[in-house]
């Protein structure tokens, strides 16, 4: 986020685009689906809360505090800086703005979330991806470059696979986050690297703008079963990489093979980047 967005810069926004995913072996599979997110800043959630968007009440659209986070219902932003103390991620002194899918008529999945954790100036110095899958488990990535320099689009920042999220993946390999962001636009880039090099490429990313009553309604108008439509586009899909006869691997996968250097970037040792577990259930 650039600088002069962070004197600017409202409580929320409303980020409107799509999710693309794309599986390259052993058949490949790709699919593109349209998605809206809202993007708060943790330091003024309670300035959010209206007729139609609501902090931990239930509205036409709203965020849970407990959905997120320690899920306690506690202050987001008061844990999200005690973890980036805790790693010793100090530059990231400024903003955190939590990026994920609301609640909509009362129901969310989030399968990323992201929290962009930035400094004084607006830089962003830290990126937290908190993952979930549909067995009911999480676990989050606290991601920084080296040295904790600040985060740009050529930046890499790349973690080992912790959480079993698909049944058609073994828990083996890791993860690429590239971040990209202008005035109007954000976007998240994610590579998977299992033991055989690059598996899945997925990217998330919008057109940004203020969230009002007038943009919330005109997304929901548009996509009013966004929420219940990603847990059904996460089954439809499987069932299309069952006809495709994709490798299944059940909810228990067996551990997962050992990969070398050239394909698994978190045993690689890269310099580029730092990653730090958080919590997983």
Known sequence: MSPDRASVDPAAWLLTGQVMH???????????????YVR????????????????DRWRPLGLHTRDHGPRDGSDLAVWMRAQLSAAGIDEADGKIWLQAFPRVFGYAFNPVSFWFCHDRDGNLRALLAEVRNT?????????????????????????????????????????????????????????????????????????LQPL?????????????LLTLGVVARIHWQAVRLVLKKAPFYGKHPAPGRNADASTDHAAAGQPSTAARSISSD
């Not at 072996?25 to 699919?31: L, S």
């Not at 708060?40 to 902090?55: E, K, Q, T, V, Y």
């Open 40 to 55: 708060c800043d943790l330091d003024r959630l309670a300035s959010l809360s209206s007729g139609w968007f609501g902090i």
């Open 22 to 36: 794309e599986r390259l072996r052993p058949r490949p599979h790709r699919f593109t689906y349209p998605v809206f």
């Open 135 to 207: 067995f009911g488990a999480r676990h989050s990535y606290l991601l920084s470059a080296e040295g904790n320099a600040p985060i740009t689009a050529e930046t890499q920042l790349m973690c080992r696979k912790v959480l079993h999220v698909s049944p058609f993946c073994r828990v083996e390999g890791g993860y690429t986050f590239r971040v990209r962001e202008t005035r109007h636009y954000a976007a998240v880039a994610i590579d998977y690297r299992d033991a055989d090099g690059l598996l899945i490429r997925t990217a998330l990313g919008g057109h």
């Open 212 to 224: 009002t009553r007038a943009s919330a309604f005109g997304a929901l108008l548009r996509q009013p």
